[in-house]
């Protein structure tokens, strides 16, 4: 167990829905990062959180969002989809330890239907 | 543009032999961290070995070790005493620096073969 939790592990929904994934990091990380994996594009990068300012953006579509809570959780946001948002989405934290850790949680399945 | 390549979409190895995959990397940075991550087919991303660029040995964790060639940019991944565990995705991947975003190869699929 990475500590990291997502949910829900899947979701099956129809095109031109809206769904939120959501993501706690392990406790005392303050990144959050997201990341799509589908078959063709390998793990892209979508965004990073650090204590709730966005830090980082990567390959997200401006129909996606998200954002970081004061408590630490993250949301993805994911509106207007499309069959080819079917993905495993996943969520990570990292922590230093006088080294870099980088801990995934076990993902979210999406199948747009 | 960091990016990073792994030219073995697919390998096998028999049980208990040794095999390598290969990565290689780009970057303009002299410091920055590397990584393997094992996917299993439960779907996990685990890491499995991590190494800082600016040292100069290279990162050992148990049957699993890395050759990191600085200067040619390529960071293998050193298999031994291949268990049927092993089998899974593994991924080559880079980070410019602290709490940066991690970018990843296509992955590399191993078999192990009983």
């Known amino acids: 167990d990475s500590g990291v939790t997502q949910t829900p592990k899947h979701l099956i929904t129809a095109t031109g829905q809206r769904v939120t994934l959501r993501c706690s990091p392990r406790?005392?990380?303050?990144?959050v990062y997201w990341y799509q994996q589908s078959l063709d594009q390998g793990l892209q990068f979508l965004i990073q959180y650090y204590n709730g300012e966005e830090r980082a953006k990567g390959n997200i579509l401006e129909r996606f969002s998200a954002q970081q809570f004061p408590d630490l959780h993250s949301e993805l946001n994911l509106s207007s989809l499309e069959l080819g948002d079917s993905a495993l989405y996943f969520c990570?934290?990292?922590?230093?330890?006088?080294?870099?850790?980088?801990?995934f949680g076990s993902g979210t399945q999406l199948s747009v239907l | 543009a960091q990016t990073v390549t792994q030219s073995q979409p697919e390998m096998s190895v028999q049980e208990a032999e040794t095999v390598t995959l290969s990565c290689t990397y780009d970057t303009s940075e002299s410091d920055y961290y590397l990584f393997w991550y094992k996917q299993p087919p439960s779907r996990q991303m685990i890491l499995v070995i991590r190494q800082e660029a600016y040292k100069q040995q290279n990162a050992t964790e148990n049957r699993f070790s890395v050759n990191f060639q600085k200067a040619a940019k390529s960071f293998s991944l050193k298999i031994s005493d291949s268990q049927l565990g092993d089998a899974a995705m593994y991924f080559c991947?880079?980070?410019?620096?602290?709490?940066?975003?991690?970018?990843f190869g296509k992955g590399t699929r191993l078999h192990i073969l009983p």
């Open positions: 990570a934290s990292s922590v230093w330890d006088g080294g870099e850790k980088l801990f």
């Open positions: 991947a880079y980070r410019r620096g602290r709490d940066d975003k991690i970018i």
């Open positions: 406790s005392g990380d303050l990144s």
